[in-house]
Every structure is written in structure tokens, then in C-alpha cells.
């Protein structure tokens, strides 16, 4: 099945700078989304992307769908500690309610040094 | 309030014991997923179902079962659990867009 390359793995960062992460696949994507867990819950969905070349912002968070559809990059700017959490990417190549071919990445752990 | 629950929240349980998780929603999603959560593997798809009375095999099936006979509920069994489903275990449903995950079970098999 599809694979796809969550990088960096962890992140060790300062309170106030900007983040970034991403995913490529050798596989194309039609949706790419992103999730953050927080310690001891379940993903919370975080940004959707649905056309390649798009651009999405959800606060601090931008996310954008790869022109080759094989990738997705989420930043998150001015971290902050609530930040902390596992990042994780999820692309899918269908529509059928995420049943064919939603694939996880393996997360990237973000890790706020006061 | 709407949303979807897992439980118990921690088990702890014997190799060679039956266990079931559960799963409920409200938002009466067509679709619900489970998915097994360990270091080094990210989120793994374990089972999934389109609707009731329709399931289909994930990525890792062996050594579960799961059924739907109501849309809301999605219970996991691990018939005869093993040391190796110790792990941290996630319902989701979906919308036909995004899926919503439960808080998960952490279950430890000694």
C-alpha cells in the first residue's frame, strides 16, 4: 500500500518560533489532512486540503496541498507551549468516508523548551 | 453531548482472556474505523465498517473481530488476547470527509 514520509520525527523547539513539517508519498493524494494528538487523547482534526496548490489557514497553522499532490507541509507560527503534541499527516484517495486509501504518517513529536 | 466514546478508558488483562472494546457515536456516521496506535507505527487500521452489518479488514485484522449490527456501536474483541495487543487502541467515524477519533483504550496484555 501507499507510504508515506513524515519528517522531522521530533522537533525540539523554543517558545516563539515557527515550525515546520511535512509529508511526501510516492503516491498521489486527492485529500491531504492534518491531526495533532495531545498527550493520552485521540487525533483532533486540524486542517483539510482538497486541491493541489492550496493553501489553508487555521490560526497559527497554515497547511498547503503540493502541486504534485504527493505532498503537504503544515507550519505553525510563534509556537506556543500548548503546541506540544504529535503532528500527524493523513492523505486519501478517495471519498468513501476515509475507507480507501487513507494512509497515516508516522507523526512528527513537537517538544516546547521553556 | 454529540460525539463518539470509547470504554473503558484502561484494561488490563491476561493473555488468553477474551476482550471487547467499545465504541459509540452520535453523529450516525456511515463509516467507523479502528485503528491500533504503537511507537514506531504510527496509526495502524485494524478493522473498518461502511455501515451496519458491513465490515471490512484493515491493514493488521489478525486476531480481532468486530461487529455492527447497530450504526452507532462498533465494539472490537480480541478473541484469545496476546502480549503483541498491548497497545493503544482508537475508534473513529467519519463524515465522508474527515474522521473523528474517540479518546482510545490503553490496553495492557500481561
Known amino acids: 500500500g501507499q507510504q508515506l514520509n513524515q519528517s522531522p520525527q521530533s522537533m525540539f523547539i523554543q517558545e516563539g518560533e515557527d515550525v515546520s513539517m511535512n509529508c511526501t508519498s510516492s503516491?498521489?493524494?486527492?485529500?491531504w489532512l492534518w491531526y495533532k494528538q495531545d498527550p493520552g487523547e485521540g487525533p483532533v482534526l486540524l486542517i483539510a486540503?482538497?486541491?493541489?496548490?492550496e493553501l489553508t489557514s487555521n490560526g497559527r497553522l497554515t497547511a498547503q496541498f503540493g502541486i504534485t499532490r504527493k505532498d503537504s507541509f503544515l507550519n505553525i507560527s510563534a509556537s506556543i507551549p500548548s503546541d506540544v503534541g504529535i503532528y500527524f499527516c493523513?492523505?486519501?484517495?478517495?471519498?468513501?468516508?476515509?475507507?480507501?486509501?487513507?494512509?497515516f504518517g508516522k507523526g512528527t513529536h513537537l517538544i516546547i523548551q521553556p | 453531548d454529540a460525539g463518539i466514546t470509547q470504554s473503558p478508558r484502561y484494561k488490563i488483562t491476561e493473555t488468553g482472556r477474551q476482550v471487547t472494546l467499545m465504541c459509540h457515536q452520535t453523529?450516525?456516521?456511515?463509516?467507523m474505523f479502528w485503528y491500533r496506535q504503537d511507537l514506531g507505527h504510527g496509526l495502524r487500521l485494524i478493522y473498518y465498517?461502511?455501515?451496519?452489518?458491513?465490515?471490512d479488514k484493515g491493514e493488521v485484522p489478525d486476531g480481532y473481530v468486530v461487529s455492527r449490527s447497530k450504526t452507532e456501536n462498533f465494539p472490537l474483541t480480541l478473541e484469545s488476547a496476546t502480549r503483541s495487543q498491548t497497545s493503544v487502541y482508537f475508534c473513529?467515524?467519519?463524515?465522508?470527509?474527515?474522521?473523528?477519533f474517540g479518546s482510545g483504550t490503553q490496553l495492557s496484555v500481561l
Open positions: 453523529w450516525s456516521h456511515s463509516y
Open positions: 486540503l482538497y486541491k493541489a496548490g
Open positions: 503516491s498521489i493524494f486527492n485529500t
Open positions: 473513529a467515524s467519519s463524515d465522508h470527509e474527515k474522521l473523528f
Open positions: 493523513a492523505g486519501q484517495l478517495g471519498s468513501g468516508g476515509g475507507a480507501d486509501g487513507l494512509t
Open positions: 465498517s461502511a455501515a451496519a452489518d458491513i465490515t
